[in-house]
């Protein structure tokens, strides 16, 4: 029987000023925190710039041995772990669909967005440990992003179930700010296709306690969000789940690392979630059946949803196409009218400006939209694959 602490934090580590308040001090604080060695497992989001992992490498590379980051996209994954347990084997699977390129102030796209494998030799045990940050969700009325993040929710569903088997590893762990909330289909998805059991859910209630992200007592939660969701957002996980012949028991699950001593400010603008579980051999340990009543409901109201995005990317095409051909004719009209010679450089600018219109159009519609249909278009196919497998 052995004890294992894991916790999981989003640190908020946007490297622009205007969009992320006081970096450098929270990632300080961060490190001073975790280098105390309460924890045998770390698993961090949104540590976007390569300096701020220095920072913490820096303060905890004492206390714990082992650690990696998932480099992916433009800027990285922004997810990294740390860990007083030897990490044996690293893979990152990078989801098909991650936003929208041209959403720079969102930027998911450049992240790369995926699932961190790691597989850990824990004392006689091997670890298999899944890390993930999921496409954010940006406008909770109209959320352009909701096919997206629920195709990747499927991806790591299925991911976790095909290759998490007891042959690879005796107990799974998935940890990390999945943008999603117990209610949302993406939780759900995850939960029942994987297998997996909420740490949370294991001890406590489904209450205002376990809340994660946008809390009132958070000193960096805006008073817009306080408006729709009064009581914050559960959005951060610790997920378990025993293979056969191994027991995982949750003995303690908690919502941690809020303010910082000293400081009338957080860690992040989410709170983190820490686990204590107990794992030991057993032949008694839960055995996992799926039971296809609630998996296929789940199922259909994803591949809808898949398909509703589907016709947006269409209409989205269509957009661009009309926008590509009014740039064209734009530019032959201004190209082709006389004007005063003082007002050329005016028209040079316009006609460059037209031109990046066009281009940006015709990618988007060529390309973008191609991959956009093509990453839906599998996830459905696979829906349905999974669907017709549990008819059989």
């Not at 999945?178 to 059991?197: H, V």
Request: hydrophobic share 40%; glycine share 8%; proline share 3%.
């Amino acid at each position: 029987m052995s004890q294992l602490k894991v916790l999981t934090l989003n640190c908020w580590g946007v490297p622009a000023p205007v969009a992320c308040q006081l970096r450098m001090e929270r990632m300080t604080a961060i490190g001073d925190r975790l280098k105390r060695g309460d924890y045998d497992l770390v698993v961090l989001q949104e540590v976007w710039d390569k300096g701020d992992f220095k920072i913490l490498l820096d303060r905890v590379s004492e206390v714990f041995t082992y650690n990696h980051y998932f480099y992916s996209g433009a800027i990285g994954s922004g997810v990294c772990v740390f860990s007083k347990y030897s990490i044996r084997e690293t893979f990152y699977y990078r989801f098909s669909l991650n936003g929208y390129a041209h959403k720079v102030l969102h930027g998911d796209w450049f992240g790369g967005k995926g699932v961190g494998m790691c597989i850990l030799k824990f004392g006689d045990f091997r670890l298999g440990l899944f890390c993930t940050h999921l496409h954010a969700e940006y406008n909770e009325v109209n959320d352009e992003y909701l096919a997206h993040r629920v195709s990747q929710a499927f991806e790591m569903s299925q991911l976790i179930k095909l290759t998490a088997t007891k042959h690879l590893c005796d107990f799974v762990i998935t940890a990390g700010d999945f943008n999603l909330q117990p209610t949302d289909l993406g939780y759900k998805i995850l939960r029942e296709n994987a297998q997996l059991r909420d740490a949370w859910l294991e001890l406590n209630d489904e209450n205002d306690a376990g809340k994660t992200c946008d809390i009132p007592s958070n000193y960096f939660t805006k008073p817009s969000m306080l408006q729709m969701f009064p009581n914050g957002k559960r959005l951060d996980y610790i997920l378990v789940r025993n293979n056969e012949g191994t027991s995982v028991e949750v003995v303690s699950c908690q919502v941690t690392m809020g303010k910082i001593p000293g400081h009338p400010y957080n860690y992040s603008d989410h709170e983190g979630v820490g686990a204590t579980l107990v794992i030991s051999k057993s032949n008694n340990a839960p055995r996992y059946d799926q039971d296809p009543s609630h998996l296929n409901p789940l199922l259909s109201e994803a591949e809808s949803l898949i398909e509703r995005g589907m016709t947006k990317v269409s209409s989205n095409s269509q957009f661009y196409t009309i926008l590509a051909v009014m740039s064209v004719c734009l530019l032959y009209m201004v190209s082709s009218i006389d004007i005063p010679s003082w007002l050329g450089l005016v028209r040079g600018m316009l006609l460059v400006a037209l031109t990046l219109l066009f281009g940006f159009c015709i990618w988007n519609k060529a390309i973008l939209s191609r991959i956009e249909t093509h990453g839906l278009m599998a996830t459905k196919q696979d829906i349905k694959n999974l669907l017709q497998s549990q008819k059989s």
